[in-house]
């Protein structure tokens, strides 16, 4: 199985900051089949990134992705006030089972 | 308008059973292999099922295997999945969505929420 390890579980920023969120997996990640999510309250998750570092449809251009092998970052070049959520990284790939999530971290409102 | 619409849930006692539906509209929903994900109470999320776009191949996480089964109807535009044997450790958000780019979840229902507890 492979874990992913997300950092930190917490982070407090104010907006117009930038916000840097990380997910370490425990193996090299297939095919480079990471992906992120946004999740608020009440809430299914969004998908935000796939592949890395490409955009899903209607993403703005502030969330980017990037990273290889096992670590890979979530960035948001400038928070905006509907940004403050839960996000999870996700990966897909051959093992047991062949997809698996991070436990999440949540940026709150400092 | 393309969405996924799950029902089904409900308080169930341990060792009892579910169906879960999933109502898929606006896109070729043949196309697509198709997943059940679930988010526990505390939890973080956790990959459930997939189910190839004829229903040919299935799997499952371990812990719902022999359990829980996936199936669709491509004629219904319907996915669905039988809960038996539930353990009080299966309650969790049931949501529904659809495989992605690069083996992603490109669209997710609201969910359905399944209660195990006597």
């Known amino acids: 199985e492979i874990v992913l390890t997300q950092s930190p579980g917490t982070l407090s920023l104010s907006p117009g900051e930038r916000a840097t969120l990380s997910c370490r997996a425990s193996q090299s990640v297939s095919n480079n089949n990471l992906a992120w999510y946004q999740q608020k309250p009440g809430q299914a998750p969004r998908l935000l990134i796939y592949g890395v570092s490409s955009r899903a449809t209607g993403i703005p251009d502030r969330f980017s992705g990037s990273g290889s092998g096992t670590d890979f970052t979530l960035t948001i070049s400038r928070l905006e006030p509907e940004d403050f959520a839960v996000y999870y990284c996700q990966q897909s790939g051959s093992g047991s089972p062949p997809i698996t999530f991070g436990q999440g971290t949540k940026l709150d409102i400092k | 308008e393309v969405q996924l619409v799950e029902s089904g849930g409900g308080l169930v006692q341990p060792g009892g059973s579910l169906r879960l539906s999933c109502a898929a509209s606006g896109f070729t929903f043949s196309a697509y292999y198709m997943r059940w994900v679930r988010h526990a109470p505390g939890k973080g999320l956790e990959w459930v099922a997939t189910i190839k776009e004829d229903g040919s191949e299935t799997s499952y996480v371990d812990s719902v295997k022999g359990r829980f089964t996936i199936s669709r109807d491509n004629a219904r535009n319907s996915l669905f999945l039988q809960l038996n044997s539930l353990r009080v450790e299966d309650t969790a958000l049931y949501y529904c969505?659809?495989?992605?780019?690069?083996?992603?979840?490109?669209?997710w229902g609201q969910g359905t929420l399944v209660t195990v507890s006597s």
């Open positions: 969505s659809r495989h992605g780019p690069s083996r992603s979840f490109d669209l």
